[in-house]
């Protein structure tokens, strides 16, 4: 072989991890016992730090038990001084001391010295069902009931939009038994995140139960109390304005605002739990107190369809005349997340 043909298919291998995809190199712990753990670092938290390995879920691992870390992404690191700052891992230094790379300049630290470290959170960031669940009966009883919902959750830097729509109809021989259509929107404006302001607005009707209709609109505060790959846990309460119309008979005033939104996804997002509650106390007339709750799972059945299963429940402590406290649904139907 030439001296050229050797430079040549030298420099393919330089080159190959340039243009084959995969071969990149990944995160990467070495602990103290000398195993080697490789994978995707998300963040370091309460003292452990997060992995995960192309072929498990993510885990964590005690940071007092590694000796180095390395990363390719950037993290925002809580020292425990409270000092802050945005640097990459790159190994251990002579001294036996971390390397963090500031802004390409080595810094170096012990280990013990973080409190905490996660990826910055992305500038964009969506996430949408829409939900279809129908039971249809025949034979000695005919009855249709049909549950359409939807909700989605958009994130564009500090900003924040919620939004979510449920339409009911239940029919029985004929005769229609449920009419419900309830449309929320919520806008976050993360100011000091995790803390959040913003404006909430609803528009609600229950002919059948003599709502002819019911809006509100109203100035909310709030908090983040965990928001990561895996769990989203906020709430936030406030004062507003609402106006109803029921049983023909108009009214109106100051309104206190609740909101509570919880999500936990398990199985590696196959399976996920969530909790929604929402309550809104009425300072005017006969101090109506209002709860609307949304509990339930989704279960993965091909790529972003799944089954779900939820338990709806709706009280009020003075509804319309002739009309219950409480309503209570099951719902099992299918849906898609995009």
């Known amino acids: 072989m030439t001296i050229l043909s050797r430079r040549v298919l030298g420099a393919c291998f330089l080159l190959l991890p340039c243009v084959l995809p995969g071969v990149a190199s990944a995160d990467q712990l070495i602990m103290k016992n000398g195993d080697v753990i ?5 963040k370091i938290s309460d003292g452990d730090i997060y992995i995960e390995p192309s072929y498990a879920d993510e885990f964590a691992v005690a940071l007092d038990e590694v000796s180095s870390i390395e990363n390719e992404k950037i993290l925002e690191i809580e020292m425990k001084d409270g000092s802050e700052i945005k640097a990459q891992f790159a190994g251990v230094s002579d001294a036996g001391e971390q390397i ?7 810094m170096n630290v ?5 409190e905490e470290a996660e990826e910055p959170p992305e500038w964009y960031d969506r996430v949408s069902h829409a939900e279809l669940n129908t039971t249809i009966n025949s034979g000695n009883t005919d009855s249709k009931n049909t549950l359409v919902f939807a909700d989605t959750r958009l994130k564009l830097g ?16 004929g005769i229609q038994t449920k009419k419900q259509d ?27 139960r003599e709502l002819d209709h019911r809006y509100s609109i109203g100035a ?14 906020t709430f936030s309460a406030g004062v507003g304005w609402s106006e109803e119309k029921i049983s023909g008979v108009p009214e109106s ?11 936990h996804d398990f199985l590696g997002g196959d399976l996920s739990f969530f909790h929604n509650d929402t309550i809104s106390y009425q300072f005017y007339d006969v101090n109506n107190t209002i709860l609307k709750t949304n509990t339930g799972f989704r279960y993965d059945i091909i790529d972003d369809i799944y089954a779900s299963l939820s338990l709806r429940y709706d009280y ?5 005349a002739d009309a219950k406290n409480s309503d209570t649904t099951l719902v099992i139907g299918i849906g898609a997340e995009f």
């Open 220 to 233: 909310i505060i709030g908090r983040d109390l965990i928001d990561n790959a895996h769990q989203f846990l």
């Open 253 to 263: 005033g100051a309104v206190g605002l609740w909101r509570l939104i919880y999500e």
């Open 100 to 106: 963090l790379l500031v802004d390409g300049s080595p």
């Open 38 to 42: 490789t994978g995707s670092i998300s």
């Open 316 to 320: 009020e402590t003075e509804p319309a």
């Open 158 to 173: 500090d900003h924040r939009h919620l939004a979510d729509l449920t339409i009911r109809r239940d029919e029985t021989e």
């Open 182 to 208: 309830l449309f929320r929107y919520e806008y976050n404006w993360m100011f000091n995140e995790p803390w959040y302001t913003g404006v909430t607005g609803s528009y609600e009707r229950d002919p059948i």
């Open 110 to 114: 012990g280990l013990a010295d973080l």
